[in-house]
């Protein structure tokens, strides 16, 4: 079982969440704190094993949002093993689907991708190679809010969890993340620098000596939300634009997966803007 | 107040642990545990305010003893706020030893170094202007106990807590670690590769694409002792011999000064001839 | 065009060699040189445009070969855009054959992969989505000789060029080496710590704080081939082997690919056991 | 002796250079070239051994200009090992500027450094310590431009050829780049990210997970002159301001150090923006 929980700071709190789960007859198998000072509050992320817990499974959640209430805080809580349900956003490069797919076939990942949705027809078959539903939703400016409509009803239909925007090309809007918030972007520049569109051509225009990747949660401004991971390839004036699109495909993969990784495993905690990362 | 305690895993030890603390009035300030599945233990850093902590400093020691011994581990308790006394051993080289003298009065490592000892004459303007002790205590194949027995005749009369090799280039005899065991090294190569003498020569004939640099405690079996942190550069064909050297003073400096961070803050716990650092 | 030229180093070569270029009226497009001083040796690669270009592709090669002699040198032709023909030898791990099979089919690398060989059954499925012949020659200790003839006689049907272990997990004898010869491992080490079997179970024995991988080529002593790339990753204690396993998995990836990339393109030139990389 | 030239691309041009040092009697020991074609340029940097050449000094440069105008290009003309004259402008913090004392005093980059100039009293003793004279020059809004004049008499008095801003915290006003333009500042963040003020305190504010620093040639737009090295550094939400200041001090020094060598030893070449770094 897996506690995420964030509350105004005051001593006490990792004995009364441990004693918690101690006096249920839990064994930690992780636990990790951090405060943040400035913010004055603490965020706690606990992993014990259900097995043997004087709890049941029904029960567990009713207490700790009870505690959770008289903590003035939220909790979030997740099976260890909990399978998340994925959709991939994408239009037609297949790096990142590839690997996410490829990743998860083979367990890397703990999510199962029932469905991928792309505004091109290109990442068709590799998704038949993988067997996953592909579903070709093309946006433009005059149907955009339909196409938006027919994704968040696949994703109710398919009971997606999370999506991942893997080098979708696309703005989702404020209403889309209004229903669906649960987002993952890979951006392809180390931000803040390059937010918008053609950050490797800028980067070069730029004459930067390094390039990076990050993977972020979607908020409604663009490029603005909280950065989960940051990965940066070296480059050099042999360069050439589409040497730092390539390096950056590698960049990308790993910086996505690795943020997949922290999301699924319940090691990201979003608070004002910003994750703190228990790995 | 730091605590690291070293145990046997078995449920509820986390929560015995704050709760100890949160008995006796502390407010926990971090909290980073770790079990060790394979070697069955459990490993836990607990670091509490001791305003309005309910037991003097006195009272501390022999409560957490007694905690630890009912736990059937070992505990280990400093003040957060406590400057080690280090002495650095050097030989011709400066830039680790000015490096640390730098970070020492900077502030930047929480350490006090009353004393440098080396075998050769060189480095001393350089303590001159540091303020600090140089000793000069040369090393033959033949002087070699009686040195020995000199530097720790030094280090008690100094009240040394910890020495820090820093380009000494000789090796310490089970004799004096067995009297003298807190002692870090930092070692010219990424270990376990080019264990010895002259690793950057061995590195440049084997034509390795990245050098690197290990700081690790000593221990009686040369290079083999526990790893506190390993950094790493690349190079090319282009770097000859005296290049690597270079390239290396670098990282060999990055690499000694985070070990020491890391230790001097009571961040590594050792076992089993590993490390594990909360940072 | 790409000359690679190695000879005794003397004055005038840099001139000799871009003024024959230049005189049969080549435009140069990239040109970079390596002394290696201690062997008393120059190495030059020098790529040009043959639109224009005085010679006819079958004069090219004699009139190169004869100055190289006059030079008491070896050289090396091959044309810019040339694709190789690649053969993959594979066991039952899928990241590094998916990784090259995808990185051909996307025109990342400049190579065209008409046949993988493995010991085992697992991997058919992928080939045959990527529409790439698959052939099963399993490895005993008694059939090896005959396996390995088996394997030299399909990369002589497929007129191969280059043979890239991706996690073959097998030996190649002194025998067939002798026989194909351009070899490429990838092995899952910094090297040359931790050569030979099981190096992440070693790593992580030692208590390592980075893990690397090591694209060579391969030679009769194990592991000790011509270094092209190294890629390195954190560890912390919290990583376990499979950790390790899973973290190295990406970069070995990384290293192959930027490996091969040298390779294909030409910028590698192997002498005295280390490579020289143009890049 | 040190050749870098910059002219339009055509063909033969390799050949060219070479073949005037080779016809001289040079003995070329490094050549390096590259071709933007974007820019239509051409860059070379080569490098050959005075000894045996059949001009003298004085006869070199006019043969050198007389071949770059028949190219329609720009040269630059140095000796090897030739040391350049650098001052140091720094403010309150020590880090960069007995870094730089450092490598210049153990021989590590070939520069002399007769001239710190501060703006506060504070690193007085440093210079003091390595023999460097130093020069208190305070800044205040109305005294700048007086201020200014006064380093540039002192630069001219030293025959500094080189500045280097070590944290100087100040902007120099066009009039003064444009009396002095060689001068190269360390910022702290991976520029373009957080340009001007407080880049750390910004970059923790943004959540990143990483930060950088950047050694870039100084012009008139703040920040935006030619990168020549970007070094980064990881952060995790257990960083705090202070330590992204902390961490910051390290690859502050690194990269400054690293392109201080880049152009001390000429490997540097501007144009457009951006550089080439010959390495």
Redesign the interface.
């Known amino acids: 079982m897996i506690l995420q929980l964030i509350c105004p700071d005051?001593?006490?709190?990792?004995?009364?969440l441990?004693?918690w789960?101690?006096?249920n007859?839990?064994?930690?198998?992780?636990?990790?704190?951090?405060?943040?000072?400035g913010a004055g509050l603490f965020l706690s992320r606990i992993e014990w094993e259900l097995e043997g817990f004087a709890l049941s499974k029904e029960l567990i959640a009713p207490e700790v949002h009870a505690l959770a209430n008289r903590l003035d805080g939220k909790a979030q809580l997740n099976f260890s093993n909990e399978i998340t349900r994925v959709a991939i956003l994408a239009s037609k490069q297949?790096?990142c689907l590839?690997d996410l797919l490829?990743r998860s076939s083979?367990g890397?990942l703990p999510m199962h991708v029932p469905l991928v949705i792309a505004n091109h027809l290109d990442l068709e078959p590799l998704c038949r190679?993988f067997g996953v539903e592909f579903m070709y939703i093309p946006i433009t400016q005059r149907n955009k809010l339909r196409a938006e409509e027919k994704i968040l009803d696949m994703f109710s239909k398919y009971k997606i969890e999370l999506a991942i925007l893997a080098k979708y090309m696309q703005i989702l809007s404020p209403k889309f993340l209004k229903e669906f918030s649960e987002v993952i972007n890979i951006h392809h520049s180390?931000?803040?620098?390059?937010k918008g569109a053609q950050p490797y051509h800028r980067a070069w225009d730029?004459?930067?000596?390094?390039i990076?990747a990050t993977a972020h949660y979607v908020t409604e401004d663009l490029d603005d939300g909280?950065?989960?991971?940051?990965t940066?390839a070296n480059v050099?004036?042999?360069d050439?634009v589409d040497d730092l699109i390539?390096k950056g495909?590698?960049i990308e993969r790993?910086a996505l997966?690795r943020a997949l990784r922290f999301h699924l495993r319940r090691q990201v905690m979003v608070y004002q803007?910003?994750?703190?990362?228990f790995?």
Do not use: C, M, Y
Request: proline content about 5%; overall charge neutral; cysteine-free.
């Open positions: 005051r001593p006490g709190l990792v004995s009364e441990a004693g789960v101690a006096n007859g839990g064994n930690i198998r992780h636990a990790d704190h951090h405060t943040d000072a297949s790096h590839l490829w083979s890397e190679d180390f931000l803040p620098a390059f730029r004459g930067v000596k390094l990076g909280p950065i989960i991971e940051q940066i050099s004036h042999r050439e390539r495909r590698d790993i997966a803007g910003r994750t703190a990362i790995a």
